[in-house]
Nanobody, 121 residues
Framework: QVQVVESGGGLVQAGGSLRLSCTASGSISRIEIMNWFRQTPGKQRELVAT???????DYSGFARGRFAITRDNARNRIDLQMNSLKPEDTGVYYC???????????????WGPGTQVTVSS
């Protein structure tokens, strides 16, 4: 079994910062890509940022320059540092990881339950 769990959400004023964390645990052989997604009110879930096992990163346009994704392979963990937050950043933030279990030759994406981020104006 594999679990993916996010933490660090909360309420912050516009212009403030939050740091989200995501940890994968369980029967894990390897994790390739790890992503942060979000779902804001009235919109579909969208990609925020992605990081490969080697540390290559990519960001959606709204996140570039304000958010930073980092990774700790030893701890199967990624963080998302979010700065200069805006009310439109309010939503549920999800972690998603491409995990290969022992004995398997391919990975599967696992989702966390999400963490709420609320930015007040």
């Amino acid at each position: 079994q594999v679990q993916v769990v996010e933490s660090g959400g909360g309420l912050v004023q516009a212009g403030g910062s939050l740091r989200l964390s995501c940890t994968a645990s369980g029967s894990i052989s390897r994790i390739e890509i790890m992503n942060w997604f979000r779902q804001t009110p009235g919109k579909q879930r969208e990609l925020v940022a992605t990081i490969t096992r080697r540390g290559s990163t990519d960001y959606s346009g709204f996140a570039r320059g304000r958010f930073a994704i980092t990774r700790d392979n030893a701890r199967n963990r990624i963080d998302l540092q979010m700065n200069s937050l805006k009310p439109e950043d309010t939503g549920v933030y999800y972690c998603n990881a491409d995990i290969t279990m022992p004995g398997q030759s391919y990975g599967k994406y696992y989702w966390g339950p999400g963490t709420q981020v609320t930015v007040s104006s």
